[in-house]
Structures are given as C-alpha cells and as structure tokens.
C-alpha cells in the first residue's frame, strides 16, 4: 500500500533498548519514515548504528550530541547523524520529530542489532 495516514498507524515504542521514542512509522526496503514523541525529561542513551539518521524537529527543544558536536535544538531544526556515530539526546520539552533513516539489511532498528 503506497499512502498512509499517521494517525491511523500503530503507535509503538521504536527502540527501546535506548531510547523512550514512540510513535508510527513507515518502512520500506530502503528507507523508513516516523513520527516520533519524546517526554519531557526522556534521554536517548548513547549509541551507534548503521543507519544515517535526519531529523526534523517540529515541536519542543533537546540537547543532542553527535559525536563531539552538541547543541541545543527546537522547532525548524534538523540534524544529521552519520552512519556508525555515537549520540545522544536529552528532552528539555516534550518533543515531536519527523525521523528519516536508511534501511540496512538485516539490521533491526527496532532491537537495535544485528538480525540473521
């Protein structure tokens, strides 16, 4: 099915092994949307991955450090997050993102590891 609507999509925890996102998604075979919550207060624990990651930030603000790098964003901001880079982020105000990643096959975003 190629249209969907996000309110009609399941909303689930995307990766809990670090991080308290939760929200609907999209996926294909080589890219994945969401729509993602953050709580107030909620840390996306430090971590690498595989897949190149763009956000965009449409309500509240966060602290995220992507490899050295750290900042302060809100409303209108995106950011990028290659491949294989250590991050993290920290809610200041509940926050609503547009997530953009790659697919890596046989990399499960959702466990957050290698998948035979």
């Known amino acids: 099915m190629p249209f969907f609507r ?7 925890l995307i990766t809990p092994k670090y991080s308290p996102a939760r929200g609907p998604f999209v996926q294909g075979e080589k ?7 953050y ?3 909620g840390k996306v624990k430090a971590h690498a ?3 190149e990651q763009i956000v965009w930030v449409m309500k509240g603000r966060a602290r995220v450090r992507i490899g050295e790098e750290e900042k302060v964003v809100g409303p209108g901001d995106v950011y ?3 491949a294989d ?3 993290e982020t920290e809610t200041l105000e509940e926050r609503e ?4 990643k ?9 466990n957050a590891e290698w998948q035979e």
């Open 49 to 51: 991955h595989p897949n």
């Open 102 to 110: 790659n697919v890596v096959p046989k990399w499960s975003i959702k």
């Open 85 to 87: 880079t250590e991050h």
């Open 39 to 41: 709580p107030a207060g």
């Open 31 to 37: 890219i994945m949307m969401g729509r993602f919550s």
């Open 80 to 82: 990028m997050i290659p």
């Open 6 to 12: 996000w309110d009609e999509l399941e909303t689930e």
């Open 97 to 100: 993102v547009i997530v953009c």
